[in-house]
């Protein structure tokens, strides 16, 4: 909603300004479509020459994020830590045997589908089965550090994975200004070639060109950059909860009190989202 928002008053502060100020909307607005046609089809061309159809893709779904905000709020990390707790508590009373058919097929377990939207995470699922399914295989006689590195390894490449789409955005950010003055550039050319129209004519042609301009920064710093901050934003958001499952993991496979698990978990989450501990003390008892 906020981007949104963000990108009302942008238009109407710039333009309304222009206009309060005394200038002429008409040949403005008469300058965009072609302009932008510039402008936008050589974005889209050194977009499509420097992606794959993978990373145009992600890119596409990337507004979606932009525009919907994080995918997890406080239900959902404490529904994380619920899950995982309960895994881990069957592993230390029931031992690998009882835990290993809800990590080989999490779809079928009665136990994942309690929570069917961390179940449609598949990154997140996947990161909880498959360090399980190790424990599981080794009957518990790996080292606790080892299982660290090899969630962070797994969070890291999802995370740098995902975050392919703003680094695409805040190259066409980059790249925005300059094909704003291959469009002027264009008109200029444009222009020259009727130098011998009367100067009002001139004067009209020269404002156009000088629009390509005008909208190639615009886009770069009042759209793309933007955006793409807010994609990072969200992007770092979602990423909370695969660090809340590793802090649970590693701090029950270290053998540390429910509490100071609890606290492991709760440290990493943004306070917007964080249960307090009795919330989730007091759900994991009723469980």
């Known amino acids: 909603m906020f981007p949104i928002i963000g990108l009302v008053v942008l238009l109407v502060m710039v333009f ?30 050194a977009l499509i020459i420097g992606n794959s159809m993978k990373e145009l893709k992600a890119l596409g779904a990337s507004f979606g994020k932009i525009f919907k905000g994080p995918k997890y709020k406080k239900q959902d990390y404490l529904d994380v830590i619920f899950l995982v707790s309960k895994l881990m508590k069957m592993l230390r009373t ?65 995370h740098h994975e995902v975050e392919g789409p703003h680094g695409t955005m805040n190259s066409l950010a980059d790249a925005l200004p300059a094909l704003g003055i291959v469009a002027a550039v264009l008109g200029v050319v444009k222009t020259m070639g009727s130098i011998d129209k009367p100067p009002a004519i001139l004067g009209g042609m020269i404002g156009s060109a000088l629009v390509g301009t005008f909208m190639g920064v615009l886009l770069a710093y009042g759209m793309v950059a933007p955006l793409a901050s807010r994609l ?56």
């Open 16 to 45: 309304g300004g222009f206009v309060i100020t005394g200038g002429a909307i008409g040949p403005v607005a008469e300058a965009i479509p072609h302009e932008m046609l510039i402008i936008g089809g050589a974005a889209a061309g």
């Open 232 to 287: 990072k934003q969200v992007i770092d958001a979602d990423a909370a909860i695969y660090h809340v499952v590793k802090q649970i993991i590693i701090a029950s496979l270290h053998g540390h009190p429910q509490p100071l698990v609890i606290e492991a978990a709760r440290s990493g989450i943004a306070h917007s989202n964080q249960p307090n501990f009795a919330e989730v003390f007091d759900g994991l008892r009723g469980r």
């Open 94 to 158: 029931e031992g690998p045997i009882a835990l290993e058919p809800h990590v080989e097929d999490p779809k079928s377990s009665a136990l994942f589908a309690e929570y069917p939207k961390l179940l449609a995470d598949h990154t997140l699922i996947n990161l909880i089965a498959d360090t399980l399914r190790l424990v599981v295989v080794s009957s518990g006689t790996l080292d606790v550090h080892a299982v660290e590195e090899v969630m962070d390894n797994m969070i890291k490449t999802h």
